[in-house]
Nanobody, 124 residues
């Protein structure tokens, strides 16, 4: 059974940090472009970060550039997103995603596997 499960979300104060993780089972992540998407309240799901299969090319949305860091752990079949200096506008549901055929940015319609999403709330 294919699964892609996020962890690490929660409530954090502005300026704080979180580490989000996503564990894959039933498929091998090392061959995939991996990405994180975010759906903020009242907005469409947007791609905020991407890392290609060789880990040599990355993409970050302007809104998170310099504050978020995507990485992959092929040995454990996981991807991670380090989020620093969080702002209230970073609040939303974060989804991990994997695309077998593409490049970065992956694009919503190219995703082969989605996580179910995890909530991050930035509030004082």
């Amino acid at each position: 059974q294919l699964q892609f499960v996020e962890s690490g979300g929660g409530l954090v104060q502005p300026g704080g940090s979180l580490s989000l993780s996503c564990a894959a089972s039933g498929f091998t992540l090392k061959n995939y472009v991996v990405a994180w998407f975010r759906r903020a309240p009242g907005k469409e799901r947007e791609e905020i970060s991407c890392l290609d299969s060789s880990a040599s090319n990355t993409y970050y949305a302007d809104s998170v550039k310099g504050r978020f860091t995507i990485s992959r752990d092929n040995a454990n079949n996981m991807i991670n997103l380090r989020v620093d200096n969080l702002k209230p506008e970073d609040t939303g549901v974060y989804y991990c995603a994997a695309d077998l055929r593409g490049a970065c940015p992956a694009g919503y319609y190219n995703i082969d596997h989605w996580g179910k999403g995890i909530l991050v709330t930035v509030s004082s």
